[in-house]
């Protein structure tokens, strides 16, 4: 079985700085890792993932994360935001052994960038 | 193309009332998996479909919980005899396969509101 923590419910910040929003995972197993944004009344969308390779990971809208698997962590960042960047974020990991994803979520972090 | 969608996007019914939540997924995506997001927390795995057979419900809270997928495409999410903890955003989401590390892609979401 696995868990995901996402230490912040909510991460207000002022346009063009930076941002991390934290994730920590716990697993049995070997895992994937994903975040996911979700827009106001909008679906869940794929930010970036770690399958494997380098740790360094860079996705949509300028915004990369980190795995580092001693820490058991996947932190999100991005060096300057925007205010369209207000969403929830969501941390999720899927078993690497399993023949399909199912994935467990953290319980989100809001992102609030005001001017 | 079209994205999953799901309706409807609001669903408001009383206590004891049996209700059908439906996702459309998008075409040619044989993975297809059931979620539930209560207020404030990230989404819950219910139930998996690799084609018309469900490969895995062991996210489904109890069986009052039932869902179908005839003909490999469309899925209907049934509850019977609602109760006001059913309450919450039922999400939809799909994947090109078994989706090992693969993008699960999500629909909007349909919010049931029990009475």
């Known amino acids: 079985a696995q868990s995901v923590t996402q230490l912040d419910s909510q991460v207000p910040v002022f346009e063009e700085a930076p941002v991390e929003l934290r994730c920590n995972y716990s697993?049995?197993?070997?895992?994937?890792l994903f975040w996911y944004v979700q827009y106001p009344n909008q679906g869940l969308q794929l930010l970036l993932k770690?399958?494997?390779?380098?740790?360094l990971v860079k996705g949509i809208n300028g915004f990369e994360a980190e795995f580092n698997k001693s820490q058991t962590s996947f932190h999100l960042r991005k060096p300057s935001v925007h205010i369209s960047d207000t969403a929830e974020y969501f941390c999720?990991?899927?078993?690497?052994?399993?023949?399909?994803?199912?994935?467990?979520f953290g319980k989100g972090t809001m992102l609030l960038v005001s001017p | 193309g079209a994205g999953v969608s799901q309706t409807p996007s609001n669903k408001v019914t009383e206590k004891g009332k049996y209700v059908e939540l439906r996702c459309d997924p998008i075409?040619?995506?044989?993975?297809l998996y059931w979620y539930r997001q209560s207020l404030g927390q990230g989404p819950e795995f219910l139930i998996y479909?690799?084609?018309?057979?469900?490969?895995?419900d062991s996210g489904l809270p109890n069986d009052r919980f039932f869902a179908v997928r005839p003909e490999g495409s469309v899925s209907t999410l049934k509850i019977q005899r609602t109760e006001r903890g059913d309450s919450a955003m039922y999400l939809c989401?799909?994947?090109?396969?078994?989706?090992?590390?693969?993008?699960?892609?999500f629909g909007p979401g349909t919010r049931l509101t029990v009475l």
């Open positions: 989401a799909s994947s090109t396969d078994r989706g090992r590390g693969n993008e699960q892609f």
């Open positions: 697993s049995s197993v070997s895992v994937y």
């Open positions: 770690y399958l494997s390779g380098s740790t």
């Open positions: 999720a990991v899927s078993d690497v052994n399993s023949g399909y994803s199912t994935l467990t």
């Open positions: 075409s040619g995506h044989t993975a």
């Open positions: 479909f690799q084609g018309t057979g469900a490969a895995d």
